[in-house]
């Protein structure tokens, strides 16, 4: 029996497969084959994104990786420390040894990119921002890559008022043999002079009236300050028919000061009995997490085994609380109503421990052109450690979970897939919000289910779509009428999502998706008609377009982009009685591509929310914030010569 190689090999052993940093040919909608999210650089196309998959966060429930291994985020990653991120469900979720109910966010690093580059970037942001950033990758020797990047970013807030940040990060890849790599990174986010736009929460079944954009009626002294350190390393080693993988990565978030400003039983004139200010210092919260992963393949190239054993984990440490909630009573939205800075009386820290240690094995059979099987078993030994400095003893809970996957898609016919799975999960609960009286808080994880159900068909060589059936269950996480974050139910996202991608004609791409989602809450307070059935925050459709037009049947330096995003009605409140109106959001661009002084450049222009379309965002906890207004971007990008 012949080694497996060639194809067989390639798909049974593959890893993600990094795309070129920040440079002058970036651009998402061309480098997207689905319409279910995408990033290159700054630039995002698609249904979902890291903070929304499903009607979830795939983030804030631990399924992050870096290059496909196992990572525990606090935070976004520093932009310039990552080439772009792809959302993995469905279909695209296959392949993984260890999926997740909630999607899987994957992070692509700029420090495993070989090739040379040297980009600079001035941008003209929202409303007269100013950011530069820098893009580095050199080789000083012929198996070592050495990257560095930076930004600088002045940035004026579409609720008035402004920030700054900078960002540095720094990498180096040895490769001492053919496919092996060894990638060492470390990134650096600081962002301060962040005042804190009133979050808004109506006192009945209304709206908030409408507030003139960009005038900050925040409070100057309310300037947040925080910093994100992450560092870490990727090992890849294949050798013959074994791969091993390791990936080990340690984050640090630390909150000088944060400050969220509660706007409260807002009244239809805007207007609120008691505005306060929750003033929240010296957080900390550091997370080591990682993955050592081996596989092994067997078979031939009619048929292929995978077996792969994976030891993943995380180690936790956060200090919280303290936070003062100072009154300032009668308030307005309507003007800028500034109160004099209070004086701070903090109380006593609050503490948050957490382990999760999780062995498993995985098991894939395929053939290539034909189908493709993957079973997995996990079982983790959960730990987490609550100490409230108001309450004497701590709080322990331990958790021995099973968890696993068995998923399979199979090649009907020619260009037609259909696949299909259940995943079993243990996943984090976001964190208590600011409005909560636990604010901050973590509950333990929970486990969380998944089955899903659907087809691809190509088109064309160039043009594919997909439909999807989906169910999830968790049990579902807000706060109650004594305003405390806890277990308040269960909750079932159903939904069917859609995606067309690929090129209609020679420079011309398309990204077209849709979700339709029933998502639903059930148990005791829905049943007594305290809350309603469902989830704050929640919509049953979102869609959104992406076309981008290189003209001269994509040789001409010229192209044209539009980006279209639309929803429906948002559910507003817990009673279900307050739904935010549909909106629609339209977006033109275009590109120049050019040489100065042998130097290649890219001219971007693009005017965002052209028709100027004002709506409101609502957040989990029944925030309320209004959207962005049309503003101009710009952006000069060069690739100079290396």
Request: a neutral charge; proline letters at 5%.
């Amino acid at each position: 029996m012949r080694s497996l190689r060639g194809v067989a090999l390639a798909s049974l052993l593959a890893s993600p497969v990094a795309a070129n940093a920040q440079s002058v040919d970036d651009n998402a909608v061309a480098a997207a084959d689905d319409a279910f999210g995408q990033s290159v650089g700054n630039e995002r196309v698609g249904i979902y994104t890291t903070d929304e998959v499903r009607g979830f966060s795939p983030v804030d429930a631990g399924n992050a990786r870096i290059e496909g291994l196992y990572f525990a985020p606090l935070a976004a990653l520093p932009q310039r420390l990552v080439q772009g991120s792809r959302v993995r469900v469905g279909l695209t979720a296959q392949g993984y040894p260890f999926p997740a109910p909630t999607g899987i966010v994957d992070y692509d690093l700029n420090a495993s990119e070989t090739s040379r580059q040297l980009t600079l970037s001035v941008e003209r942001g929202q409303f007269g921002s100013l950011v530069l950033y820098t893009d580095a990758r050199l080789d000083p020797a012929a198996d070592v890559t050495a990257y560095a990047g930076g930004t600088i970013r002045a940035q004026n807030r579409h609720e008035g008022g402004d920030f700054r940040s900078h960002i540095l990060t720094a990498g180096l890849q040895w490769r001492p043999a053919r496919g092996a790599s060894l990638t060492g990174f470390f990134g650096l986010t600081r962002t301060y002079d962040d005042e804190a736009a009133p979050s808004i929460f109506p006192g009945g079944d209304y709206l908030p009236p409408e507030i003139e954009r960009r005038r900050s009626i925040g409070q100057s002294w309310s300037d947040r300050d925080n910093t994100l350190r992450v560092a870490g390393a990727v090992l890849k080693l294949p050798h013959g028919p074994w791969l091993i993988e390791a990936g080990l990565f340690g984050t640090e978030r630390e909150v000088a000061y944060n400050f969220t400003d509660l706007f409260s039983g807002m009244r239809p004139d805007g207007t609120t009995a008691n505005r306060v200010m929750v003033i929240d210092p010296d957080n900390l919260d550091r997370m080591a997490s990682g993955e050592a992963r081996v596989a092994r393949v067997l078979g031939d190239v009619r048929l292929g085994h995978r077996v792969t054993l994976s030891l993943r984990g995380k180690r936790g440490n956060r200090v919280f609380g303290g936070a003062q909630r100072v009154s300032l009573g009668e308030s307005s939205l309507l003007f800028a109503d500034e109160r004099p800075k209070p004086d701070f009386a903090f109380g006593p820290d609050d503490r948050d421990r957490v382990s999760l240690v999780t062995g498993g094995i995985g098991y894939a059979l395929t053939r290539p052109g034909r189908f493709s099987i993957d079973l997995a078993l996990s079982l983790s030994r959960y730990r987490k450690t609550i100490e409230l400095a108001s309450v004497g003893a701590p709080a322990v809970t331990r958790e021995t979970p099973i968890t696993g996957s068995a998923t399979a898609n199979v090649n009907l016919l020619p260009g037609l897939t259909i696949y299909g799975g259940f995943v079993r999960g243990f996943e984090e609960v976001t964190v208590a919000p600011a409005n909560a009286s636990n604010r901050g808080e973590a509950p333990p994880a929970i486990e969380t289910d998944q089955a899903d159900l659907g087809v691809r068909y190509a088109l064309a060589p160039d043009l594919s779509t997909v439909v999807g059936l989906f169910s999830i269950t968790k049990p579902y996480f807000n706060v109650d009428d004594s305003a405390i974050y806890r277990e308040l139910g269960s909750s079932r996202n159903r939904g069917i999502e859609f995606s067309l991608s690929g090129g209609l004609a020679p420079g011309l791409t398309l990204i077209l998706g849709t979700v339709l989602l029933d998502a639903t809450i059930t148990g005791e307070l829905v049943d007594a008609g305290v809350i309603g059935a469902r989830p704050v925050g929640s919509v049953r459709r979102r869609s959104s377009l992406n076309l981008d037009w290189r003209l001269d049947g994509g040789t001409s330096p010229w192209s044209l982009d539009l980006a279209v995003e639309s929803y429906s009605e948002r559910v507003g409140n817990t009673a279900n009685r307050l739904l935010v109106p549909r909106r629609e959001v339209v977006d033109l661009g275009f590109r120049y591509r050019f040489e100065l002084a042998a130097t290649r450049a890219l001219l971007r222009l693009q005017v965002a929310n052209i028709f100027d379309d004002y709506s409101w965002q609502v957040s989990s906890n029944g925030a309320f914030q209004y959207t962005h207004n049309r503003r101009l971007l710009a952006e000069l990008r060069f690739d100079l010569p290396t």
